[in-house]
């Protein structure tokens, strides 16, 4: 037997019995009081326990035949490295953000685990929210906080019920509001804008209707315009802000139009505090001389901070026209994105769209609602 220590756990290689009757190996060992087994096949010389905070443990390796005979245990002793719990721990960063705190953590070996979330009350924790995951690159929201000064408390918890130590932290969570829709305006086609469908404008995105079918904006779709991929529509919500997150509904129809037809998949949105006078005399041809529509337009972006590049994901994956009951929840809650908080505060918005659900030239949305800090 040789031992070979790991991140809360060993790799222990051995030399199994050579003998045809070798049902496999089996390791027992002992977790926070639970009695644990690993057992591998008589084919490979080598198996893996983890679960182990730092310290020294024993670990029983028995062979089993195929009658259930086992041998006599043959002690091994491991010495743990540092387990993920703690890996995980010392690299939270907790960051002030919209209605409470954001946090970030690495998790390299994809261990499954808890980030435990709980506030001060008094003399009292509570709960706030559990955090279940096994990405390697991790973050999460908490949100729902006035802006006022509040304590957290953060630990790490894993499936052998191992714990990290706690985290305290003192947070002045950043105000967030819904954007006051009635300032939200219409503006003077750009350059690279597409014009919309008969009475299906631009200002129902912000109407607060999310389900009526024709509350939405469509795009002309002509032939003499080539659609609306890779070209945009601009709006002006009235107010500059520092946007924290957003929801953007489907046009809904029953079934039919739910991640299909020309509800947009793939766009990019852009924000600006000014349209200057350079921006209206902007755009460029396609560069492609053979392009059908090689006289159309196309949208520059000088003097625009992208700001997310947007997929809207079909929880259910499947293909387009078919349906979960998942897929009609999520359509009919909305998609919600979370601006990442570098980005500056703007007061236009400039949305790119890219592809739609049926893999046509038109796009349409149904409504589009905002929340932030409102700058001025």
């Not at 991140?7 to 926070?32: Q, R």
């Not at 520092?242 to 991640?259: A, E, N, P």
Request: proline share 6%; charged share 25%.
């Amino acid at each position: 037997v040789s031992i070979e220590n790991v991140n809360g756990g060993a790799i222990i290689t051995f030399k199994a019995p050579k003998d045809e009757d070798l049902l496999c190996v089996v390791a027992s060992y002992t977790i926070n009081g639970v009695e644990r087994t690993t057992k591998v096949s008589p084919y490979v010389d080598k198996l893996k326990v983890e679960g182990f905070m730092e310290g020294e443990f024993q670990v029983n390796l028995t062979s089993v035949d195929k009658s259930k005979n086992e041998s006599q245990p043959v002690p091994v002793k491991i010495n743990p490295l540092i387990p993920p719990v703690e890996l995980i721990f010392e690299s939270l960063n907790v960051l002030d953000s919209f209605g409470g705190v954001k946090l970030f953590w690495e998790n390299p070996m994809k261990d499954n685990v808890i980030v435990e979330v709980s506030r001060k009350d008094g003399d009292e924790w509570i709960s706030v929210e559990n955090f279940y995951t096994n990405a390697p690159v991790g973050q999460g929201s908490i949100r729902g906080f006035d802006p006022e000064p509040i304590t957290f408390r953060f630990r790490i918890r894993d499936r052998w019920d191992n714990y990290s130590e706690y985290r305290v932290t003192d947070n002045l969570p950043l105000e967030e509001k819904q954007l006051d829709k009635s300032k939200f305006k219409m503006v003077t086609i750009l350059p690279g804008d597409s014009p919309s469908h008969s009475s299906l404008v631009i200002s129902n995105i912000w109407d607060g209707n999310t389900t009526g079918s024709n509350n939405c904006y469509h795009g002309s779709g002509s032939s003499s315009n080539y659609g609306e991929m890779n070209r945009t529509i601009t709006f002006d919500m009235g107010q500059k802000a520092k946007i924290s997150r957003f929801k953007l509904w489907q046009r809904l129809s029953g079934d039919s139009w739910t991640f299909n037809h020309n509800n947009i998949k793939h766009y990019v949105i852009y924000g600006c505090n000014e349209l200057t006078a350079e921006m209206y005399t902007g755009g460029t041809l396609h560069p492609d001389p053979d392009w059908a529509a090689k006289d159309v337009i196309l949208p520059t972006f000088e003097g625009w901070t992208e700001v997310l590049d947007v997929w809207c994901l079909k929880p259910s994956g499947l293909p387009t026209g078919q349906l979960s009951n998942e897929d009609r929840e999520a359509a009919n809650n909305g998609d919600e994105h979370e601006i990442p908080i570098e980005v500056p505060s703007f007061r236009y918005i400039r949305i790119l769209f890219l592809e739609n659900w049926s893999g046509g030239n038109i796009a349409q949305i149904g409504e589009m609602t905002f929340w932030g800090q409102i700058v001025e």
